[in-house]
């Protein structure tokens, strides 16, 4: 079920992109930059606070994939698997965790350079969690 709608939230993305009539290349034949590779910043949440995120990100074309892993001042962490589209300099991820009880999250975020900076919030969840981010690639 949960890889059924990841293909929905996908098809629903590229769709969504797609409209928007922009390219990820800005139209110049250019390639867009690898997002590939391992990322590691700061995550500031509204529960958990401030701490430390990585991610190793995977591209085929403009779709994104990998891992990630949070941990938190109060040794709270949280990680799972990561699965996105590149749009331009912006960046819309959804990030699993391996506990099925938890939260999953959506990014949106805008690259300068080698730099993603962000908000997130929770879906799919009882709960109300939000906050930002900022991963610079290794």
Known sequence: MKYALRIVFA????LGLAACGSSSNGGNGT???????????EVNDTLA????ISANLTQSGDELGGTWQATYADSTS????????????????ELYPSDPTSCPFRVVASRSGNTLEGTY???????????EVTLTKD
């Open 78 to 93: 949280n990680s799972g698997s990561a699965l996105g589209l590149i749009n331009g300099s912006d960046v819309i991820l």
């Open 31 to 41: 390639a867009p930059p690898s997002y590939a590779g391992k990322w590691s910043g």
């Open 49 to 52: 606070g401030s701490g430390a």
């Open 121 to 131: 919030a929770a879906f799919d969840c009882t709960i109300s969690v939000s906050g």
């Open 11 to 14: 098809a629903i993305l590229v």
